[in-house]
Nanobody, 129 residues
Framework: QVQLMESGGGMVQPGGSLTLSCTAS????????VGWFRRAPGKGREGISC??????????SDSVKGRFTISRDRDIAKNTVYLQMNSLKPEDTAVYYC????????????????????WGQGTQVTVSS
């Protein structure tokens, strides 16, 4: 059974940084496509970043492009994908989820929740002064 666990959330001031981790058990994340999503208060789940398995190609939504960086730990044994978040804004406040799938995802569906079958429980990120 594949399980994902996010960590690294917390409270930070505007302009600050956080790094989220998504660690898997029950599967080798190196062979999975991994996405990061978030749900802000009163809003739906938004896809913000993903990384492919073939070439570790990163993709970002316009809302985070240039500020967030997704990456895989080079040590496959750590089975972890990171989301480095810089220049955080109050509108980045949300619960952040990682998701994974071993299946092919068309590029148009990288930020579609139904494209992923494994999800973590989420970690809260609050950006406030």
């Amino acid at each position: 059974q594949v399980q994902l666990m996010e960590s690294g959330g917390g409270m930070v001031q505007p302009g600050g940084s956080l790094t989220l981790s998504c660690t898997a058990s029950g599967a080798t994340l190196h062979y999975y496509r991994v996405g990061w999503f978030r749900r802000a208060p009163g809003k739906g789940r938004e896809g913000i970043s993903c990384i492919t398995d073939e070439y570790n190609s990163p993709y970002y939504s316009d809302s985070v492009k240039g500020r967030f960086t997704i990456s895989r730990d080079r040590d496959i044994a750590k089975n972890t994908v990171y989301l480095q978040m810089n220049s955080l804004k109050p509108e980045d406040t949300a619960v952040y989820y990682c998701a994974a799938t071993p299946r092919y995802i068309h590029s148009g569906n990288y930020f579609v929740t139904d494209a992923y079958e494994h999800w973590g429980q989420g970690t809260q990120v609050t950006v406030s002064s």
